[in-house]
């Protein structure tokens, strides 16, 4: 379902727990806490992180990330490493430079003004170019403040939070992810990507730690790029077909084609 946790309908007694992080609705949790444990074997749980960057680091790895392959916003990202010797250096470099250093990225016209903003904003809010205070702050708070900033969502908040330094407890949804989540029936069909955030948190255990929601967002997103395809998931040899709707309906079809062919 589509309602978002901590809505009018939940009594106060009901959110007891933390803040975005309440029971699930329609008993969602069993289910996705059953996803987990299949897949953990699969892909090999716990999973490895794949970053050390400092949070504000992380921050500027993620925006350059918006739909574009993982290769080419490395790539860009080790050029901004590369042309500017810290923060500080970009956020005063003219914009049509940025824009060409990051030149590989999708959008680069609308990702450098919006890095030069971002990064302009932090430093007024805080008075330094600096994330590191974040790591004192609860979760919740610590999203709280990054969303208030223009052009940062619930996912580029919840990826400085879990994948930088901070190792903190979030949940990022990337597009597999969500896809897979989507198709298992964790969310509804018109959910989309932002919304799903604080649904799919919702679903798992309140006091799971980093490393445990981490392995939750790696698992589904692999598990999206290796076995449920974008056009034609490989339901066959999927460990949830069993709870995933979308997989037996794709069965079912296959069934009734082959005894149609055969008759
Ligand atoms: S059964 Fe098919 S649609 Fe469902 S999760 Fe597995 S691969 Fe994806």
């Not at 939070?161 to 992810?177: C, G, I, T, Y």
Request: hydrophobic share 40%; with cysteine.
């Amino acid at each position: 379902m589509a309602t978002a946790p901590g809505h009018h309908h939940l009594h106060s007694s009901a959110r007891r727990a933390k803040p975005q992080a309440g029971p699930a609705p329609d008993g969602l949790a069993d289910k996705a806490l059953e996803i987990h444990r299949r897949l953990c074997p699969v892909y090999g749980c716990p999973i490895p992180y794949f970053h050390s960057l400092d949070p504000l680091s992380e921050l500027v790895s993620s925006l350059l990330s918006h739909r574009t392959r993982n290769a080419d916003s490395g790539r860009a990202f080790k050029s901004l490493r590369a042309r500017y010797p810290d923060w500080e250096a970009l956020l005063d470099a003219p914009v049509e430079d940025l824009e060409t250093t990051i030149a590989g990225v999708t959008w680069p016209e609308l990702k450098a003004p919006r890095i030069q903003a971002i990064l302009r904003t932090v430093k007024e809010r805080r008075g330094a170019l600096s994330l590191d205070f974040l790591a004192e702050m609860h979760v919740e708070a610590a999203r709280t403040w990054l969303e208030a900033i223009p052009g940062i969502g619930p996912k580029t908040s919840a990826a400085v939070l879990s994948f930088s330094v901070l190792r903190m407890p979030a949940l990022p949804v990337d597009s597999h992810h969500h896809r897979v989540a989507q198709r298992t029936g964790l969310i509804g069909s018109r959910v989309d990507v932002g919304p799903s955030h604080p649904i799919l948190r919702a679903q798992l255990p309140a006091d799971w730690s980093a490393q445990e929601l981490y392995d939750n967002h790696e698992l589904l997103m692999l598990h999206g790029q290796q076995v449920c395809f974008h056009h034609n998931p490989a339901c066959g040899r999927c460990v949830l077909l069993d709870l995933c709707p979308t997989g037996r309906a794709r069965q079912d079809e296959r069934r009734m084609a082959t005894s149609r062919g055969a008759s």
